[in-house]
Every structure is written in structure tokens, then in C-alpha cells.
């Protein structure tokens, strides 16, 4: 199940960074490991009326699955549903004034077994953020919960860059 790990601040500025950046994840209650490689998730602003908005996201919109370790990051990890996978958008940012969400979906790449045809992209499900509004003067941060800070100091020790709050 792809759910939202950290979510973007609720207030931003227009062209402004998010702090935290968003972070989405991917819980499953058996291994998927040997899929990964054929899984990424991608980013897409939606207009709080529902349009799909094109060119007004910048930073990084697309990640493939980066692997959590065993027992990863939080309390989901004690049932069956484990954390598998996370897909880190760094950099994200809204170019113009007005409320908005992130869509995050996860596609997978799909091969016949006769290997004979070229593969076919399938949108597995998406999520959305929690709502963003962009507006000049906003404070472009917010302070992440603890189960969010956790998340983000794995991200941290699994060697990705994580900003600071401005």
C-alpha cells in the first residue's frame, strides 16, 4: 500500500522548496523486493478543483524504489504490513499563488512472459498530500512529528540529502 511518509508543509511560498520534503512509502505484508527494480513513483500537482496541473512543480518529480531495511522506520513495521520501500522528492516547489495537493503515483513496468513485446506502464494507486497553500509571505516550513523525523533520519542514513528548514 503506498501511503504519504512525510507530508509537504501545509503553507509555502511560490517557487519556494518544501521543508520536510515529501516522502511516500510503500508497505507490503510479503517481500517485494524482486519487483522494485521495475517500480518508481511519480509527483503531479492538483489544483484544489481536481485539475491535473502540468509545469508548475519544480524539484525532483519522479523516484525509483529505494529499499528500507528490515524492521525500517515505525510503528506499521509491528503487523504483518512492513515498510518495504520509500520514494524520496527533494526540492519540490509550486510556482504559482493557490491551494493545492501532491499527487504521488506508483507505476510499475510490466514484461509479457514471451518477452517478445515491449512492456506496458500500469498506475498501481496513488495518494494524495495533505493540502498546500501557496502564497507570498507564507512560512515555508513546518516541524515534522516524531514518526516523520524518524522517517527522514533513515532517509538520512540511507545516504540521501536532506535540507534543512530555511
Known amino acids: 500500500m503506498l501511503r504519504i511518509a512525510v507530508q509537504p508543509p501545509p503553507h509555502a511560498n511560490p517557487n519556494a522548496p518544501f521543508y520536510p520534503p515529501l516522502v511516500a512509502h510503500l508497505s507490503s505484508d510479503t517481500s517485494i523486493f524482486a519487483e522494485l527494480s521495475q517500480t518508481w513513483a511519480v509527483a503531479t500537482l492538483i489544483h ?3 485539475e491535473v496541473l502540468h509545469d508548475q512543480l ?3 518529480v519522479a ?3 529505494h529499499p528500507l531495511p528490515e524492521g525500517g522506520p515505525g510503528p506499521s513495521n509491528a ?3 512492513r515498510e518495504r520501500a520509500y520514494f524520496y522528492f527533494p526540492g519540490l516547489a509550486i510556482n504559482e499563488p493557490g491551494r493545492y495537493r501532491i499527487r504521488v503515483s506508483l507505476m510499475k513496468m510490466d514484461y ?3 518477452g517478445l513485446t515491449e512492456g506496458v506502464v500500469r498506475v498501481l494507486e496513488t495518494v494524495d498530500s495533505r493540502s ?3 502564497d507570498d509571505g507564507a ?3 513546518s516541524r515534522p512529528n516524531s514518526r516523520e523525523r524518524a522517517f527522514l533520519r533513515v532517509l538520512r542514513e540511507d ?3 536532506i535540507p534543512s528548514p530555511h
Open 132 to 134: 498546500i497553500t501557496v
Open 63 to 65: 523516484d525509483s524504489a
Open 58 to 60: 519544480g524539484g525532483k
Open 139 to 141: 512560512i515555508n516550513h
Open 112 to 114: 509479457p512472459p514471451d
Open 48 to 50: 484544489y478543483s481536481g
Open 159 to 161: 545516504g540521501q540529502d
Open 79 to 81: 503487523g504483518p504490513e
